[in-house]
């Protein structure tokens, strides 16, 4: 069975910085797609980055130039590293991957357990 586990949230003053990680365990035959989405209270889940297989990436609009997504394949994980920080950053962050767990599978989406992330002075 695949889990994705996710740390690194927490509460940071505006500004900084935290590094959200996600890791897929269990029985992995193939990762393609990965990415990050948040969700606030009250608002819709938006996706915030997503990074292909290849390592080609893109970013909402509001992050871009202080959110940066990485994968390590060997290890199955994915990284949102998250700089200058502001209050409306603040909110669940979930990861989410692609992936199929054998040859004979087609591609199913998986979710982490979400992290939260709360910038606040």
């Known amino acids: 069975q695949v889990q994705l586990v996710e740390s690194g949230g927490g509460l940071v003053q505006p500004g900084g910085s935290l590094r959200l990680s996600c890791a897929a365990t269990?029985?992995?035959?193939?990762?393609?797609?990965m990415g990050w989405y948040r969700q606030a209270p009250g608002k819709e889940r938006e996706r915030v980055a997503r990074?292909?297989?290849?390592?080609?990436?893109n970013y909402v609009d509001s992050v871009k130039g202080r959110f940066t997504i990485s994968r390590d394949n060997a290890k199955n994980t994915v990284y949102l590293q998250m700089n200058s920080l502001k209050p409306e950053d603040t909110a669940v962050y979930y990861c989410?991957?692609?992936?199929?767990?054998?040859?004979?599978?087609?591609?199913?989406?998986?979710w982490g357990q979400g992290t939260q992330v709360t910038v606040s002075s």
């Open positions: 990074i292909t297989r290849d390592g080609s990436t």
């Open positions: 989410q991957m692609i992936l199929k767990t054998d040859s004979r599978r087609f591609y199913s989406n998986y």
């Open positions: 269990g029985s992995i035959f193939s990762i393609d797609g």
